[in-house]
């Protein structure tokens, strides 16, 4: 094989996975995805492929639909509240983590077909290609995704600056156990979901809604923060989050949803299986 061959995967590398990951959720997975793609990829002789993007997008899109069967095998078993895997430093126009979590509600073509035409701008005829099905079947994959989606997540737009002067606001109020300052930065419909695994600290097994009851939940956590804690405002999943470290190890990442009227969303992941690869 020629170096050609690998400097095309490299090249695409990021794209595939973004695509992988967004269907997966987990980086472990997509990672595996790669793996697999690349191993289709690598006996191919390059000058036989008429389009190696459109090929290696539509391999890697097919393990991961295969894979998806066996991450939502263990969700099934899974202890708790399951949320994606939070990845560090994208982009603020990549899938958000309330997005993500709208998309585990859609069945895995949905979930794919969703992907690569809401996320990445493949036209319908182009994903009929690369899943193996008819234009007919995409389009309808397509409606049913947006309509599901559409009707369980506002859409909206907050600037960045406001983005994170919400956060700092929101940090200072929870970790200070300020009820009152709490109150004021969370959106009457907040819901706070968290995920620990069974292995991480979970504040609830289930979703918690309300601004009272959300507001005090925080509160009565922050608690338990160790003091010497290390506070890293980062961007993951596309949205503003706070990484809380003890020694040089990630405890939890919160991630914020922000709307017009403050946080909607409150994202907490402790299980350290998802934490074990953040920077």
């Known amino acids: 094989m020629g170096m050609a061959d690998t400097r095309t995967f490299v090249a695409h590398r990021e794209l595939l996975f973004s695509i992988a990951y967004n269907i997966l959720g987990t980086v472990a997975d997509t990672e595996d995805v790669l793996q697999e793609t690349w191993l289709s990829w690598a006996p191919r002789d390059e000058s036989t492929i008429e389009n190696p993007r459109a090929y290696l997008v539509r391999v890697a899109v097919n393990h991961a639909l295969a894979r998806r069967e066996a991450v939502n095998r263990r969700k099934e078993t899974y202890v708790g509240q399951w949320l994606p895997e939070p990845v560090v430093d994208t982009e603020p126009t990549d899938p958000s ?21 809401e996320v990445f701008g493949y036209a319908l005829a182009e994903i009929a290609d690369v899943l193996g099905r008819t234009p007919a079947a995409v389009r309808q994959l397509a409606h049913r995704a947006r309509e599901h989606v559409h009707a369980r997540r506002p859409r909206y737009r907050v600037d960045p600056r406001t983005q994170r002067e919400v956060t700092e606001r929101f940090v200072a109020a929870a970790l200070g156990g300020d009820l009152a300052a709490l109150l004021r930065v969370l959106a009457p419909d907040v819901t706070l979901r968290t995920d620990g695994g069974g292995k991480g600290p979970a504040t609830s097994p289930l979703p918690v809604h309300g601004r009272e009851d959300v507001a005090r939940l925080l509160v009565a956590v922050s608690r338990g923060v160790p003091p010497d804690a290390d506070l890293r405002f980062r961007r993951v999943n596309g949205d503003p989050a706070v990484v809380l470290l003890a020694g040089g190890h990630p405890l939890a990442v919160l991630v914020l949803d922000v709307s017009p009227e403050g946080v909607a969303g409150v994202y907490s992941v402790t299980n350290p299986d998802k934490l074990a690869r953040l920077r």
């Open 97 to 117: 983590m309330a997005l993500l979590v709208v998309l585990e509600t859609l069945s895995p073509a949905e979930r794919a077909v969703f992907v690569l035409h």
